[in-house]
């Protein structure tokens, strides 16, 4: 086709002696082979598009957007079997009891009107009825305090703890520090600590919002307005220098009342950062969502995403913003980038969304609480668009299944909502699950030898990794 091409734009079609057609055939050949020559008495290049594009077969074409429904795949059910043989390698642990924070006085103990600060059984001797352990309480906080590690996070291959060592002020948070804490060395240190007696200059961190970006710690946290009135904003802090500033706020948090607390959390993915908007409803309902992404060169914040009459919120997967409703007829359809897809279930979860796979939760008991869903008879669908494919996974030996997290050759799985709360690592292509980590009591105290009560095993993603976390040991993957 370059050849005819050729011969249109330089007039020679027409002439007849097949001499001259043979060198121009052969001129022709060479200029497709890379020969940089020019046409005699022409000082211009030969255009790019002298070739008849609408025959290229080199001519790239884009995938048509897909409407996919679950008839569309072979429906494969695996069994999963729990085992006690040795965790698989890609498991990752830290033992955060061998790290050392170090231990403070906070300065709410020593000030003058210390008083203000703690119940009043605790410094009136004349109290009546004071139980053995509050004696112990009143002696515990006039002594060094241990760091509680209350958030953390990771990225560039460290870890990053935001620390208390106030842990029986009634309003906390007086002593507080950031350490980074690097892996491949072993190495804990201290990257600024903050001292204050006042409550509007503490250091508050809304629960699992803490991300690291680029040599910086984000985290939503709530901005003094008034005397006693708060709205929330991002925060960013320097892992170098320990500067905080304020980095993004905007008026419509400052409208908002409970249980609507703006920017409900930071995501992190794929070396771009989010923040997270929800507004409740009756009976904590998500009746709306907004997500900004912030501006890597820029530092502001675009807003990427609105949405109203929220029927499950938007998540952010793989870079890419992931829709889910119900179609009319009630079936769960999920919407991506390139394709939609039709669930056959009229009540289920989306866990993780892409170009490959699409992953859906479903329960045959779902209802909401005040710390997210319940669930029970939990089984985990796999929808594979390479082999077309439908894998459906019975949960029933893991718990309720209350976080799903996709990690790089499986799930990690636990029940945020349990009385005990394992997680467990499930590799698909096997159909094998692993216990890899322990939940712990609120007390701290153990039930057994072997398991401990959940407090806080949420599955949290950090960049490249998924984490939990009970207090004792860190256990990471990548994701």
Known sequence: MAI????????????????????????????????????????????EDITDTENTEDTAEEEPFLTLKDSDYKEIIVPVTVKDDDIPDEVKFINTNE??????????????????????YLYDDSAEGISEHEIQMR?????????????YT??????????????????????????KYDIAEKKLSEIVSYDTLENNKTIGIMVNSMKYLDGKLYYVGSVPDGDDSVYYGVYSLDTE?????????????????SPNYPLDTLVCQNGRLYAVDLTYGKESDITAQVIYEMNSETGEWDKVFTEDNVYRPAQICNGGIVTVDRNENKKVCIHTESYDFESPFRNAELIYADDKETDILLADALHKTYNGALYSN???????????????FDLKELGSATEIKKVKNGYLITNREGFIAPVYYLMPDLGIAFQVSLGRSGSGNVHDEDVLYYLRNILSINDNNVTAFNYQELMYMEK
């Open 4 to 47: 005819i091409g050729l011969l249109k734009y330089s007039g020679w079609a027409e002439v007849r002696n097949d001499m001259k057609k043979l060198m121009i055939l052969f001129a022709a050949m060479l200029l497709c082979c890379g020969c940089s020559g020019k046409k005699k008495n022409e000082e211009k290049p030969i255009p």
């Open 378 to 392: 939990c089984v985990l669908h796999v929808f594979d668009r390479e082999t077309m494919e439908h894998y459906s």
């Open 139 to 151: 002696d515990a906080i006039r002594s060094p305090q241990k760091g509680d590690i209350t958030e």
């Open 99 to 120: 790290l050392d924070f170090g231990e403070k006085i906070p300065v709410c103990v020593t000030a003058d009107n210390w008083q203000d600060y703690y119940p009043e």
């Open 154 to 179: 990771m990225g560039d291959g460290m870890l990053f703890f935001f620390v208390n060592y106030d842990n029986y002020c009634s309003s906390s948070g007086h002593s507080t520090a950031f350490f």
């Open 241 to 257: 220098t320990g500067e905080i500033k304020l980095c993004f706020e905007d008026d419509d948090f400052k409208d908002r009342e």
